[in-house]
């Protein structure tokens, strides 16, 4: 008992003594060099700006008195849009914002000489409001006008604790052709404008860099939908081309339907391609790059419809396996239901069903026609 209590006298010892070491080393760093001089030092000159004022005044960001029943509630600080002005999103190519800022305009220009960029102005105008369901629109197509009616737009922010944010205006859109015959400008004058953020009121003024953020905000929804529109057109035209298809050889070496496009495109369209040449789904993988389908013969005016040479295949299931090739193309390997390749003479046999008329066809409504 007397050992473990002289131990226990020393280690309290240490650890006090390296608790106040410790204290020490702390001070002493937090202590500045020359017996605290710096608490001494003169302050330099304020930074000359020049011409720009290091402050500058704005509406929007004027910080309003507490309410009576803020102040009750204890509140100390006041009411302020710290929200930055709005920007012009740029997404489509040829669009740009008009240096003028007493007003909201963009500019579309056009690439091409023949494009006629007043009417796909004009289209896209109307098709934006239609898409909002914007009640009570006038459009005026001699004067270039158009009176936008309530225009509404609602956004949910947040995932477990979410907030709406809505928004109603109505807008006075004007269209003006520009000097050189290939461009075209859209002004946004706000007319009315109210916001709510889950059903409470925010003050919005309507004037100045404020008005201006709100058409702004107008001018980007309006351009965003132009390019959603313009990706999925662009995504469809992509699915109606055929696929670039030629005989070869995959890595193994074995006969194969080598395509000319990524492993992606190739998943996404070679279906549509599939059920055409009467390959009826069953089940697919995607990760090991699959498909199983099921063929069923034809008779001879089921080919001609679809431009196709018959297909003269045993009925059954088969494998479709797709791998990816050195350089970006993908290979097509014909297997049957036991996972064994088929021949030679099979593989090239279903290839020469659609070479005839896979460079001058189109895929359309899962029809495969000639172009007129």
């Known amino acids: 008992m007397i050992k473990n209590n002289a131990l226990t006298k020393i280690a309290s010892l240490v650890i006090l003594s390296s608790a106040i070491t410790s204290c020490a080393r702390f001070d002493t760093r937090t202590q500045a060099e020359g017996n605290d001089d710096y608490l001494q030092a003169t302050l330099i ?73 007043e009417q796909k102005v004009w289209d896209l105008a109307l098709q934006y409001l239609a898409s909002k369901d914007a009640k009570n629109v006038v459009a005026d197509r001699t004067a270039l006008s158009i009176d936008t009616g309530l225009v509404v737009n609602q956004r949910s922010y ?30 946004v004058d706000a ?51 055929p696929l670039p298809i030629k005989l070869g050889f995959d890595e193994s070496h074995q006969t194969a339907w080598i395509i000319d496009a990524e492993f992606t ?11 055409l040449m009467s390959f009826s789904p ?13 063929f069923e013969s034809q ?17 059954g299931e088969y494998f479709v396996q797709l791998g990816e090739l050195t350089g970006g193309d993908t290979s097509l390997t014909w297997l049957n239901a036991d996972k064994k390749q088929l021949s030679d003479q099979e593989v090239t046999e279903l290839y020469l069903s659609i070479t005839d008329n896979i460079r001058s066809v189109i895929l359309e409504n899962d029809i495969q026609t000639k172009p007129l």
């Open 45 to 117: 000159e304020k930074f000359d700006s020049g011409n720009f004022s290091t402050l500058e005044n704005r509406s929007t960001f004027d910080i309003q008195a507490l309410s009576t029943q803020q102040e009750k509630l204890g509140l100390s600080g006041k009411d302020v849009d710290v929200r930055p002005p709005s920007q012009l999103m740029a997404v489509l190519d040829g669009v740009l914002l008009d240096p003028d800022l007493t007003q909201s305009k963009v500019w579309f220009n056009a690439f091409k000489q023949e494009t006629n960029i």
């Open 158 to 187: 947040g995932s477990l604790s979410k907030n709406t944010v809505r928004e109603e205006g109505a807008y006075q859109l004007q269209l003006a052709e520009g000097g050189d015959g290939r461009s075209i400008s859209l002004s």
């Open 191 to 241: 007319t009315s404008y109210q916001q709510s953020n889950d059903n409470e009121p925010v003050k919005e003024i309507l004037e100045g860099r404020n008005k201006r953020s709100i058409e702004i905000r107008f001018i980007n929804d309006m351009l965003n939908f132009a390019y959603l529109k313009q990706e999925s057109e662009a995504l469809i035209s992509a699915d109606n081309k």
């Open 265 to 275: 495109e190739v998943w996404r369209k070679l279906p549509a391609l599939l059920q």
């Open 282 to 294: 069953v089940d697919n993988d995607k990760n090991l790059g699959y498909f199983l389908v099921k």
């Open 299 to 315: 008779d001879a005016q089921y080919w001609q419809k679809r431009n196709l040479n018959p297909i003269n295949l045993e009925e």
